[in-house]
């Protein structure tokens, strides 16, 4: 009989410049809620996991404020079922999936492909 992976034995890894980078493990996130992490090259990310059980990594620097926040923001949708983060301090809305900023088509963070493995 095979076992299930218990949640403790998973990561949370990133695409970042073409390679896969381990950033936390999954029994670190709680659903509904972000965490900061941090990249090997300094940059900061928020990582997502909603409450649907999907993960999502976005740049964690608010581009409106030059805050690093974007972790501490509210998760959503959009009435079409479009993922996002608020800002915590202006409540910008950001598109988990694209970066694009939903305020504000012009205003966009990075985003990232996840993976659990």
């Not at 900023?101 to 492909?113: E, G, K, R, W």
């Amino acid at each position: 009989m095979t076992l299930a992976p218990d949640k403790t034995d998973l990561r949370v890894e990133l695409l970042v410049d073409q390679r896969w980078f381990a950033v936390c493990d999954l029994a670190h996130l709680t659903p509904g809620r972000g965490v900061a992490a941090l990249l090997q090259d300094g940059r900061q990310v928020a990582v997502f996991l909603d409450r649907s059980g999907v993960t999502y990594c976005v740049g964690n620097q608010d581009p409106f404020t030059g805050a690093y926040v974007l972790s501490r923001g509210l998760l959503g949708r959009t009435p079409a079922g479009q993922p996002f983060v608020a800002s915590p301090l202006l409540k910008q809305r950001f598109d988990l999936a694209t970066g694009r900023c939903l305020d504000d088509a012009s205003v966009t963070v990075p985003a990232y492909a996840v993976r659990i493995a």
